[in-house]
């Protein structure tokens, strides 16, 4: 099994920044290898939808919605990536999740809100 810990969400005005993190860990025996890890975000009454994925073999992907906006680390030593967002809009107020293949098994996270207001 494999947890997953994201942080760093909470409230900031438009135009402001956040830096998530998603952390992962293994829960029983053996190591974890990370295939990919991915993040998403889902706003109230809307469909789960996918930001950003950075995979072993360093390649990122964005969603065209994100691209410039948001920059996703690559896959630290400590099993751990970063979001990295920018100019944000009160259209990003979500709860963003984290994603983390573990072979071929894909894990979810809780997820860390994130909103952006007055």
């Known amino acids: 099994q494999v947890q997953i810990v994201e942080s760093g969400g909470g409230f900031v005005q438009p135009g402001g920044s956040l830096k998530l993190s998603c952390a992962a860990s293994?829960?029983?025996?053996?190591?974890?290898?990370?295939?990919?890890v991915r993040w998403y975000r889902q706003a109230p009454g809307k469909q789960r939808e996918f930001l950003a994925q950075?995979?072993?073999?360093?390649?990122?992907q964005y969603a065209p919605s994100v691209q410039g906006q948001f920059t996703i680390s690559e896959i630290g030593a400590n099993n751990t990536v970063f979001l990295q967002m920018n100019n944000l809009q009160p259209e990003d107020t979500a709860n963003y999740i984290c994603?983390?293949?573990?072979?071929?098994?894909?894990?979810w996270g809780q997820g860390t809100q994130v909103t952006v207001s007055y």
């Open positions: 994603n983390v293949q573990h072979h071929s098994t894909n894990y």
């Open positions: 293994k829960t029983d025996s053996g190591n974890i290898y990370i295939v990919a």
């Open positions: 950075i995979t072993r073999g360093r390649n990122s």
